[in-house]
């Protein structure tokens, strides 16, 4: 870039010395009003320089000018580009959007739904324990009626054998 800079300011001071070159010629034009061959082949020199390098300019301009236009073609090519894949990224999220607000909602249904017959479980195991402990007295109280009864049984049969052997013996002892 400061190369490019360099040779434009020297592209520059050349013109300006051309042009003061051709002014100096067209200043001496009016004092002897006809050229010198010299003269004439300097300022012809100096107006070829110059329309040299007007046209290097014109020349370099338009490369500029075309390299410009490419870099904005590569750009706006870029851009849509880039645009396309943002609308397929937000296509993308929106589908998952509407499905995770959807699932989240029937979540929510199902907390709903879900609390009173928590409530209702735990009602219900207490309930049931409370129940089974009852159950559970009942059937200890059950178990020592049953051995309360065994023995009673085998107490009143013990002392029925006893009677019978004691009348028994009170039969025999009459005979």
Known sequence: MQTDNRQSCEQQQQQQQTLMQAAQISGS??????????????????????????????????????RVLAQLGRIEDETKRLAGIREE???????????VALVRKKIDSVNK?????????QKKEREYKEALDAFNEKNKEKVQLINRLMELV???????????????????MLR
């Open 29 to 66: 034009l009016s004092f002897n009003g006809n050229l010198s061959k010299e003269e004439e082949e300097m300022s012809k020199s100096a107006l070829s320089t110059f329309r040299a390098k007007e046209e290097e300019i014109e020349k370099k301009k338009l490369e500029v000018k075309e």
């Open 154 to 172: 085998s107490e009143s049969e013990k002392l029925r054998m006893k009677k019978l052997e004691e009348l028994s013996k009170s039969v025999e």
């Open 89 to 99: 990224l937000e296509g993308l999220a929106d589908p998952m959007k509407k499905e």
């Open 113 to 121: 739904e879900l609390k009173p017959l928590g409530q209702t479980c």
